[in-house]
């Protein structure tokens, strides 16, 4: 057998054998998700397993989450981080209430405005990133400020509240409404799962998906191999802003305003969600059918706490708890494959 029939025979091999880990995480995180459903479950069995709590509340929540965490899968497969989207979120949410109530725009024209704002600032993080070589972390730790400082002097400080029964009924309904006939479950759900689907394409039936893991893997030969990889890490960035402005859309749908003080700390659940997926914060690997189990997981147990009247600072400490546990299962699971 030639050397490069047996070269090709182990990338094959390789590429099955990741293959399959990614399967095995993705069964976890699913087993993970039943088992603190369950737990939940017998703790608060008359008000958590219900179907109002179920898709009034948890799956609202995994949408907002889940809606982040997937352009935040995107970002951290290159081996970046995205600290931005939380107040980033905000920020589109207060830009889309100033498109359509301040400036009486079409929700159709706001939505489409608004869509681009966020493409707007992943470019700019990515620019920051690619182009003048700042670590993601600083680059974004300062969108996130910027973020939060714009929400609070466009919006005055003061919530922005859409007409929800007039001018942006619709903008309403395609969050809280039901489209299918008969059956009380939410369109933001729905819209979640179209986003899922087009993520799922990016990253695995196109050049972008293809360049983001290849970068992620190792960037300096990416870009030997003659792929323009500055240009690539704005998209990605860029593209990931989208799926921001999505979760801003959807989560001041939800509240019939913009709230320019939300965002705060849903980074963080955002990137435990995708971490907790089974995408590696070492860049090159992760999936996005792994996010949206990560984005049920965290809504799960953000709804259990709450119906279980647990402090909000004890919240936050739980939540802590389960990010410093799963990255160091990544970290452990990451040394462990270098060294095989």
Known sequence: MSSSTTTEAEATGGSRLGGLRNQLQQLFAFLGLVLIFAVFSIAQPTVFPTYSNITGNILFSAVVIGLLALGATLVIITSGIDLSVGTGMTLCAVMSATFMVSWHLPVWLGLILTLLFGFLLGAVNGTN??????????????????????????????????????????????????????????????????????????????????????????????????????????????????????????????????????????????????????????????????????ALIIAVINNGLQIMSVRQEWQNVILGLVILVVVFIDQFRARRLAAS
């Not at 996130?144 to 007409?163: H, R, T, W």
């Not at 395609?174 to 979640?192: M, R």
């Not at 986003?195 to 695995?204: M, P, S, T």
């Not at 963080?268 to 860049?283: E, F, K, P, R």
């Open 129 to 294: 990133v690619a182009i003048l070589g700042l670590p993601p972390f600083i680059a974004t730790l300062a969108m996130m400020l910027v973020a939060q400082g714009l929400a609070l002097v466009i919006s005055n400080a003061a919530p922005i509240y859409f007409d929800a029964t007039g001018a942006h009924a619709s903008l309403i309904w395609l969050s809280t409404g039901n489209l299918i006939p008969g059956v009380k479950f939410p369109n933001a759900v729905l819209v979640f799962l179209l986003a899922a689907v087009v993520a799922y394409v990016l990253l695995n039936k196109t050049l972008l998906g293809r360049y983001d893991i290849s970068i992620g893997s190792n960037e300096e030969a990416t870009a030997l191999s003659g792929i323009n990889t500055k240009k690539w890490l704005i998209l990605i960035y860029a593209v990931a802003g989208v799926f921001t402005a999505l979760g801003g859309i959807m989560i001041s749908a939800r509240l019939g305003s913009a709230q320019p003080a939300t965002g705060a700390g849903y980074e963080l659940q955002a990137i435990a969600a995708v971490v907790i997926g089974g995408t590696s914060l070492s860049g090159g690997k992760g999936t996005i059918v792994g996010t949206v189990i990560g």
